[in-house]
T-cell receptor, first 112, second 113 residues
Framework: SQELEQSPQSLIVQEGKNLTINCTSS?????LYWYKQKYGEGLIFLMM?????EEKSHEKITAKLDEKKQQSSLHITASQPSHAGIYLC????????????FGGGTRVLVKP | NAGVMQNPRHLVRRRGQEARLRCSPM?????VYWYRQLPEEGLKFMVY????????ESGMPKERFSAEFPKEGPSILRIQQVVRGDSAAYFC???????????FGQGTRLTVV
């Protein structure tokens, strides 16, 4: 079965510093999704990556998918308190539809 | 364009009762997915539906759980004879098609007492 490992499990950064979260798959990914979840709330869609070597950015968040399509990273530049939350990567296992397998999540805390 | 709408946001049921969770996908989306997030665990896929069809229910418990997505109206996840272990957050997602962006609702938090 598809396994997704996220690292680190948790992260505390000083406001203004950069941070990186990694997501590693045991198999080739057909699609990789990044979401953000705040405690007690739903998932906010951040980005979707499908092609090897693809990179997307939105505001201060950049996501990359490696050439082999087995590893993705999420990078936040100059973090702010609003970036705090749980970041989840989800992988499209290639079956019909968007049946996603999720990593365990990375809990991010930004210290003012 | 409203996002994925789930209701209720919170649901309390006594053991043995039925729970009905509703999900209205985003406008233009015909693919619906249900996920469950147990306390201190990750999100797990339950079922994938298109209008009037169950496409993949490999993540659904064999008993007491059922899902539908009728031609008209929201998708429904039904849990019969709830037990305490069913307490979790249930999320619905929708997409326009396969291998496209999937958007999640706010979830329904089910508490079984």
């Amino acid at each position: 079965s598809q396994e997704l490992e996220q690292s680190p499990q948790s992260l505390i950064v000083q406001e203004g510093k950069n941070l990186t979260i990694n997501c590693t798959s045991s198999k080739t990914l057909y699609g990789l999704y990044w979401y953000k979840q705040k405690y007690g709330e739903g998932l906010i869609f951040l980005m979707m990556l499908q092609k090897g070597g693809e990179e997307k950015s939105h505001e201060k968040i950049t996501a990359k998918l490696d050439e082999k399509k087995q590893q993705s990273s999420l990078h936040i530049t100059a973090s702010q308190p609003s970036h705090a939350g749980i970041y989840l990567c989800g992988a499209d296992v290639g079956a019909a539809g968007n049946k996603l397998t999720f990593g365990g999540g990375t809990r991010v805390l930004v210290k003012p | 364009n409203a996002g994925v709408m789930q209701n209720p946001r919170h649901l309390v049921r006594r053991r043995g009762q039925e729970a009905r969770l509703r999900c209205s996908p985003m406008k233009g989306h015909s693919h619906v997915y249900w996920y469950r997030q147990l306390p201190e665990e990750g999100l797990k896929f339950m079922v994938y539906l298109q209008k009037e069809n169950i496409i993949d229910e490999s993540g659904m418990p064999k008993e007491r759980f059922s899902a539908e997505f009728p031609k008209e109206g929201p998708s429904i996840l039904r849990i019969q004879q709830v037990v305490r272990g069913d307490s979790a957050a249930y999320f619905c997602a929708s997409s326009r098609g396969t291998n496209t962006e999937a958007f999640f609702g706010q979830g329904t938090r089910l508490t079984v007492v």
